[in-house]
């Protein structure tokens, strides 16, 4: 997968996740509880933490040598 493709995946699972926590089958109150509010914002923020993970860079550091096996020197390389 790409990042375009893990960053579109991402985004179709926070909404579905949104669009879910939104729909409930309780009754209308006048004076809502805050309750609701406070647990969409903390699936807000995990669910912005796991894009944000999906979509870094993945870094690692690779041991360049030449064709005579003598070392070169070490290349950082990101994906």
């Keep these: 997968m790409n990042k375009i493709t893990k960053t579109a995946a991402a985004a179709l699972a926070t909404l579905t996740i949104i669009v879910g926590s939104l729909g409930t089958t309780s ?8 309750k609701g509010l406070i ?4 699936a807000a923020t995990v669910i912005g933490a796991v894009v944000t993970a999906a979509t870094a860079p993945r870094c690692q550091d690779i041991q360049r040598f030449d064709r005579w096996g003598n070392y070169r020197g070490t290349v950082r390389v990101c994906e």
């Design 27 to 34: 009754q209308a109150q006048a004076f809502p509880n805050k």
């Design 39 to 42: 647990g969409l914002g903390i």
